[in-house]
Structure formats: structure tokens, C-alpha cells
């Protein structure tokens, strides 16, 4: 009887044993949260450096990464980065902005270097291999040149008309008599101008984004005194979104497009709130 009752009293005691020890290690196989404030020096698909005095720091972004506002800092820009050590790589949990910018700016990427040259696909591009200084974002309330102008190209100047240096004719010499030019019927010409202005024509809507695709945007118009409305607008290569990002959802815009065979193709994409 007595060697029963030991040996259930030492399972007893072993498993409280061994309870006592799972509760005492959990707590230390915790991770670790660790802090880097500095300045945005250089953006990447799936990473961000850091700059804080003479030290530099590479931090791993993704899509768990939670941004305080909702955006990604800009160049230039002072953050606090919370971030875990994993395989001794820093992958950032949360990227807190310290310097935000006024809300009547906006941020726009820096225009490229005037010493650049425009060619064709079918050239070769030069390798260089020396090193430079990041350029800074140009953060102003009026859209550069090189964001607005899609024929920008750097160095650009206003072509200067020379006056003409031709010599009259001799007095002797005979005029020359131009053939004359036909004209063509004014009907046509005012119906190819209707063509073109309304191909050019762009309207405009506003609304709140409540759907967000790689190649579309669906946005609710509210009309005053009519239901709302979602609105299926897309968007590609050739969409300017203003600022330089894709809006978020629930973030209010105002959308320019341009409407072919029933289909809205977006041209300028503004975030107003």
C-alpha cells in the first residue's frame, strides 16, 4: 500500500517539476524590441538606410512593417526605427516619421542630374562606376518640371530664333511666281480640330478609394442629392500620382481621366485628404 502511494506522490512531484520550469524559460524566450533614430539616406524595394552621425544602418521593411503616418519617409527625412534582430539581419516592427512634413507640401523625387543624356532603347547605357552623394527630394508646393513635363529632358533650354541673314533680291531679276497651294474645305478642317480637342478632353472626379489593384482603383463619387457611386478607374505606367505613391484605403482624391470605348483611364491621381 505505502509503495503505491510513493510512487504516485513522486509523479506528482515531477510533473509539478517540470511545470515549474516551462513557466520559468517562457519568459526568457521572448524577442527583444531595439531602437536606431537617424536619417533617411537611401530607399529600397525591401530595405531603408539609415544615417546617425558618422554610423550607418540598413533596415529590412516589408509589409508587416507598421508607418506612423501612413507613408514611407522621405529622403532626408528623421525616423525612429523599432526593429527585432533575426539571423542578424534588423527587420524594423514600426518607422515613426520625427520631422513631418507641413501639409501644404508635398514630397517629390529629386530631378536627375543635369549632366544626364536621353537615348534611344536600342543604345547601350554607360557603365559608370564612381561613386556620388544621394541627391535630395524637392519638397515644395508646386510640382518640378521633370514631375510635370513628360517631355522633360535635363539641360533643357528655349530655343533662340536667329534672325534671317538671306539677301534681298537682284532688282534686275524677275520674280519667281509660286504655284498656288489648295486649301482644303473648311468643314473638314473645323471637323478634324472637334476630333482633336475632344480625344485631349479629360474629366474629372472625386471621391474616396475603397478598393485598390495593381491596374485599377475603385472609388465611391457622392454626388449632392444622389446615391454614391463606385467608380472603376484605371491606372498604369503612364498615371502620375500626386504625391509619388499610391493612395491608400480610404484616403479621399481627385482623379483626371481620359474615357475610351467605356473604359476610364486615369492621367493625374491627387490625394486631397
Known amino acids: 500500500m505505502f ?30 524590441i531595439c531602437t536606431f533614430k537617424g536619417t533617411v539616406i537611401d530607399h529600397g524595394w525591401r530595405n531603408m538606410t539609415l ?16 508607418y506612423i503616418p501612413n507613408r514611407r519617409p522621405c529622403l532626408g ?8 534582430l533575426e539571423d542578424g539581419y534588423m527587420k524594423a516592427t514600426k518607422v515613426v516619421s520625427l520631422s513631418p512634413l507641413p501639409p501644404s507640401a508635398q514630397c ?4 536627375p542630374p543635369s549632366s544626364a543624356t536621353c537615348r534611344t532603347v536600342a543604345e547601350e547605357p554607360a557603365v559608370t562606376t564612381e561613386g556620388c552623394v544621394p541627391p535630395q527630394a524637392a519638397c515644395t508646393t508646386k510640382p518640378p518640371a ?25 532688282e534686275g531679276k524677275e ?3 509660286k504655284p498656288p497651294t489648295k486649301t482644303a474645305p473648311e468643314g473638314k478642317e473645323e471637323a478634324k480640330e472637334a476630333l482633336q480637342t475632344e480625344d485631349k478632353k479629360f474629366k474629372a472626379l472625386t471621391g474616396e478609394v475603397v478598393a485598390s489593384s495593381p ?38 482624391v481627385k482623379i483626371e481621366f481620359r474615357q475610351e ?11 486631397v485628404q
Open 146 to 170: 521633370h514631375v510635370t513635363e513628360p517631355a522633360w529632358s535635363p539641360g533643357k533650354k528655349e530655343a533662340v530664333t536667329k534672325p534671317s541673314t538671306k539677301k534681298p533680291a537682284a
Open 261 to 271: 470605348n467605356g473604359d476610364k483611364f486615369g492621367y493625374t491621381v491627387q490625394v
Open 175 to 177: 520674280e519667281v511666281k
Open 215 to 252: 491596374k485599377s482603383l475603385s472609388v465611391r463619387v457622392v454626388d449632392e442629392g444622389e446615391a454614391a457611386e463606385v467608380v472603376n478607374v484605371r491606372v498604369g505606367l503612364k498615371t502620375k500620382f500626386i504625391p509619388f505613391r499610391r493612395p491608400a484605403v480610404g484616403e479621399k
Open 3 to 32: 509503495g503505491k502511494y510513493t510512487v504516485s506522490a513522486l509523479a506528482m512531484s515531477i510533473s509539478a517539476a517540470l511545470v515549474a520550469l516551462c513557466l520559468g524559460v517562457a519568459p526568457a524566450q521572448g524577442y527583444r
Open 108 to 111: 517629390y523625387p529629386p530631378p
Open 77 to 84: 527625412e528623421n525616423v525612429a526605427v523599432d526593429f527585432i
Open 51 to 66: 544615417k546617425s552621425g558618422n554610423q550607418c544602418a540598413e533596415v529590412n521593411v516589408g509589409w508587416r512593417t507598421k
